[in-house]
């Protein structure tokens, strides 16, 4: 069966400092998520990484894919308020459609 | 237009009562979820349909049924819920596995309260 973890699952951190983000899961997967969902709100899609060694960039944040590892992680660079929400990891089983979501990271960025 | 919608927004129901969740989303694709989200947890999948066809149902129980009448829309008609039901049910719609544009949309959810 297919897990997902997150760690931390709370993030407090000041503005202007870099923090990591990981998403470990624990059996192959040919595809890893990355969301970001706002208190009340839907998920929004940040990153989608197919394949090992793939990194995204967008902004401040910058994802990593390690399949060999079973490992993502998700960067944050001199963070802003505005990147304060829930980020969610979610992996795919597979080959098929069935994806499973980590248990998410609360981020708060104090001014 | 990447755009998922559904309605309502906002549903109170009692534990004998129908009511019935809709998703629509017209980026043309093919496969299209249902998830139940408590507060401050993960979405947890609850059924796929791929190109109409039922393909995942995550042993949901039977007083949730879901619907595709055809390939833009999504259903989930609920009878005879409980409380521990009520959640966040959001809709997502994606294109095919394997590619740069495999990434689910999620629409803005149903917020829904059972008494």
């Known amino acids: 069966e297919l897990k997902v973890e997150q760690n931390p699952l709370f993030l407090s951190m000041q503005e202007g400092k870099n923090y990591t983000i990981y998403c470990n899961y624990s059996?192959?997967?040919?595809?890893l998520y990355w969301y970001r969902q706002d208190p009340g709100k839907s998920l929004e899609s940040l990153f989608v990484?197919?394949?090992?060694?793939a990194v995204k960039q967008e902004g401040r944040l910058m994802a990593s894919l390690d399949t060999k590892a079973r490992l993502s992680t998700l960067h944050i660079t001199a963070a802003v308020h505005d990147l304060s929400a829930t980020y969610f990891c979610a992996v795919a089983t597979s080959g098929t459609y069935k994806y499973i979501f980590g248990t998410g990271t609360r981020l708060k960025v104090l001014a | 237009d990447t755009e998922v919608t559904q309605t309502p927004k906002h549903l109170v129901m009692g534990m004998t009562n129908k009511k019935s969740l809709k998703c629509e989303q017209h980026?043309?694709?093919?496969?299209m979820y249902w998830y139940k989200q408590k507060a401050k947890k993960p979405p947890e999948l609850m059924f796929v349909?791929?190109?109409?066809?039922?393909?995942i149902n995550e042993s949901v129980p039977s007083r949730f049924s879901p619907e595709c009448p055809n390939s833009s829309l999504l259903n989930l008609h609920l009878h005879a819920l409980q409380p521990e039901d009520s959640a966040l049910y959001l809709c997502?719609?994606?294109?095919?596995?394997?590619?740069?544009?495999?990434?689910?949309?999620f629409g803005p959810g149903t917020r829904l309260t059972v008494l």
């Open positions: 059996t192959t997967s040919d595809r």
């Open positions: 349909y791929s190109y109409e066809k039922l393909s």
């Open positions: 990484l197919l394949s090992n060694g």
């Open positions: 980026m043309g694709h093919r496969a």
């Open positions: 997502a719609s994606s294109q095919v596995q394997g590619t740069d544009t495999d990434t689910q949309y």
